[in-house]
């Protein structure tokens, strides 16, 4: 298994909703990423886990909120977010550390109205 | 600090060749070359570590000059799957924090 799943593809949310973004990838990947994407901008850095750790927050607002269960999957829980928020999330994983690519998985296209 | 890429767009026709720059004011650990299609999520193409190298895959090869803090992607004879937008992100140290530049739109003719 050589990609990066996540679920759902689409998702609409109110402002006052919780919802949560999930990620999962089989192959290994010990690293594993969290970013947001703007149309017609690079995507952004918001999280990374090394070996289930949180290894970098960049200063990402607490409405957002990562969890690492396990080694082959990452969450994204989401609270009270703000339209402004909208955008493609990214999730990725690579082996950590040893100057290796990441691998993207198709994202979710997320809507805050 | 965001890396800077040129050119910002570039337009060929099927055969031809083209050269993405991507520049830093930091000194960096790897540079990473990724090519994003539309709708679509980034694809790893290659990664280039400090110590200057170049890296080929296929028609795609990449340099970089520790010197000057610069990475070029070189795509020759280029075919309509080059489509796409393409974006450097580059790493100052081995933490993974990787930070994308603003990209480079290629569009190929036939």
């Known amino acids: 298994d050589t990609e990066v799943t996540q679920t759902p593809k689409h998702l609409v949310m109110g402002m006052t909703n919780k919802k949560s973004l999930k990620c999962e990838q089989h192959m290994g990947h010990r690293a594993m990423y969290w970013y947001k994407q703007k149309a017609k901008k690079p995507p952004e850095l918001m999280f990374v886990?090394?070996?289930?750790?949180?290894?970098i927050n960049e200063s990402v607002p607490s409405r957002f909120s990562p969890e690492c269960p396990n080694s082959s999957l990452l969450n994204l829980h989401l609270h009270a977010l703000q339209p402004e928020d909208s955008a493609l999330y990214l999730c990725a994983s690579s082996i950590p550390g040893q100057g290796k690519g990441e691998f993207f998985g198709p994202g979710t296209r997320l809507t805050v109205l | 600090q965001q890396p800077v890429q040129s050119p910002q767009a570039v337009i060929l026709r099927e055969g031809e060749d083209a050269v993405i720059n991507c520049s830093s004011s930091?000194?960096?650990?790897?540079v990473h070359w990724y090519r994003q299609k539309h709708g679509e999520a980034p694809v790893f193409l290659m990664i280039l570590l400090k110590g200057g190298e170049q890296k080929g895959h296929e028609k795609i090869s990449a340099s970089f000059n520790e010197k000057k803090q610069q990475s070029s992607l070189y795509l020759t004879a280029s075919q309509l799957s080059y489509s796409g937008t393409y974006f450097c992100?580059?790493?100052?140290?081995?933490?993974?924090?990787?930070?994308f530049g603003q990209g480079t739109t290629l569009q190929v003719k036939p």
């Open positions: 886990y090394s070996y289930e750790k949180l290894s």
């Open positions: 992100g580059t790493e100052t140290s081995n933490t993974g924090k990787l930070i």
């Open positions: 930091k000194a960096l650990y790897s």
